[in-house]
């Protein structure tokens, strides 16, 4: 295994990136000041055109389960309350949704996670509405050392005994920025899989993994990687060159993006996204792409926020 970076440099770095509170957060505010329009965007412009162009794919291909695979709700730095995200994927079309709310040591911990997860559970087991609900994963992604990572596990762990065990293994991580060679290990014994988020994507603070440190470092123990993602503005196919899952995502913290670029599998071949991804027959597919000039003008305020 390749040598692990330096975690005292590593958590300097976050430190001085994130020094503030969610509400007093710049991001957070600057995002609050976005909300109204990116609302509006939503339903007066895009969600006609997700919804009709997914519709289309499932005509196409009746057997393809299609979902978002990197998303984010109130419980870490989303704008968007659970109850509003499954809501809004079931209106789309979607079949499943993986809300992926951070865990950042300090800042947020696995408390918020599991909290996430009861309050998905409990909304779709009470579901009311017209459309049928979607299917939903437990999961987070994980500030490692060399970049975030997608853990995501079986829904069998929505349970509450369950959850438990999930909180034992993972709190260690509320304090302390692990490897993704270290972290990815903890995932297996339950089932679980792991993702490497946004690839390549360069930030001040360990972000996106290199895709030359996944080839020299993960390969056998990483299950995929964001081949698509419309929030970043990047398609490549870096699954084929590593030979793991591909998947395709938003990372939405706005509840805009969801279905803008998905993760698909054949339901008939697979029961479940896991199953999929560990036998690699995913495929990332860019669903819509009308608002990618304005999401370049966002992504450049967003990257002047950090600087």
Same mark, same amino acid.
């Given at each position: 295994?390749?040598?692990?970076?330096?975690?005292?440099?590593?958590?300097?770095?976050?430190?001085?990136?994130?020094?503030?509170?969610?509400?007093?957060?710049?991001?957070?505010?600057?995002?609050?000041?976005?909300?109204?329009?990116?609302?509006?965007?939503?339903?007066?412009?895009?969600?006609?055109?997700?919804?009709?162009?997914?519709?289309?794919?499932?005509?196409?291909?009746?057997?393809?389960?299609?979902?978002?695979?990197?998303?984010?709700?109130?419980?870490?730095?989303?704008?968007?309350?659970?109850?509003?995200?499954?809501?809004?994927?079931?209106?789309?079309?979607?079949?499943?949704?993986?809300?992926?709310?951070?865990?950042?040591?300090?800042?947020?911990?696995?408390?918020?996670?599991?909290? /996430?997860?009861?309050?998905? +559970? $409990?909304?779709?087991?009470?579901? %009311? @509405?017209? *459309?049928?609900?979607?299917?939903?994963?437990?999961?987070?992604?994980?500030?490692?050392?060399?970049?975030?990572?997608?853990?995501?596990?079986?829904?069998?762990?929505?349970?509450?005994?369950?959850?438990?065990?999930?909180?034992?293994?993972?709190?260690?991580?509320?304090?302390?920025?692990?490897?993704?060679?270290?972290?990815?290990?903890?995932?297996?014994?339950?089932?679980?899989?792991?993702?490497?988020?946004?690839?390549?994507?360069?930030?001040?603070?360990?972000?996106?993994?290199?895709?030359?440190?996944?080839?020299?470092?993960?390969?056998?123990?990483?299950?995929?990687?964001?081949?698509?993602?419309?929030?970043?503005?990047?398609?490549?196919?870096?699954? /084929?060159?590593?030979?793991? +899952? $591909?998947?395709?995502?938003?990372? %939405? @913290?706005? *509840?805009?993006?969801?279905?803008?670029?998905?993760?698909?599998?054949?339901?008939?071949?697979?029961?479940?996204?896991?199953?999929?991804?560990?036998?690699?027959?995913?495929?990332?597919?860019?669903?819509?792409?009308?608002?990618?000039?304005?999401?370049?003008?966002?992504?450049?305020?967003?990257?002047?926020?950090?600087?």
């Amino acid at each position: 295994m390749g040598k692990k970076p330096d975690y005292k440099l590593i958590k300097e770095r976050y430190s001085n990136i994130f020094p503030y509170s969610k509400l007093d957060s710049p991001i957070f505010k600057n995002r609050q000041i976005a909300k109204p329009m990116t609302d509006s965007i939503g339903r007066f412009f895009l969600d006609s055109r997700i919804s009709k162009n997914i519709a289309k794919l499932k005509s196409n291909q009746p057997s393809l389960i299609i979902g978002e695979t990197h998303c984010h709700s109130t419980f870490s730095d989303g704008l968007h309350s659970v109850e509003d995200i499954l809501e809004r994927a079931s209106r789309l079309g979607l079949d499943y949704v993986v809300i992926t709310d951070h865990i950042l040591p300090g800042k947020y911990l696995t408390e918020s996670i599991i909290n /996430s997860w009861k309050k998905q +559970a $409990s909304y779709i087991n009470e579901w %009311d @509405h017209a *459309n049928d609900p979607v299917k939903i994963y437990p999961a987070f992604e994980l500030s490692a050392l060399e970049g975030h990572l997608i853990l995501i596990l079986d829904p069998e762990y929505f349970s509450s005994e369950k959850i438990t065990d999930i909180s034992l293994q993972f709190s260690e991580f509320d304090y302390q920025f692990p490897s993704m060679l270290d972290a990815i290990p903890l995932i297996k014994p339950f089932g679980g899989i792991s993702i490497v988020a946004h690839p390549n994507q360069n930030r001040s603070y360990p972000f996106g993994a290199s895709i030359q440190w996944v080839k020299e470092n993960l390969i056998g123990l990483i299950d995929g990687i964001e081949d698509i993602s419309s929030g970043h503005g990047y398609q490549e196919n870096y699954s /084929s060159q590593l030979g793991i +899952a $591909s998947t395709g995502s938003s990372d %939405d @913290h706005f *509840n805009l993006l969801m279905g803008t670029a998905i993760t698909a599998y054949n339901g008939n071949t697979h029961n479940n996204l896991i199953t999929a991804i560990k036998a690699k027959e995913t495929k990332a597919i860019t669903v819509d792409s009308s608002i990618q000039v304005l999401l370049k003008l966002m992504r450049q305020a967003h990257n002047l926020a950090m600087s």
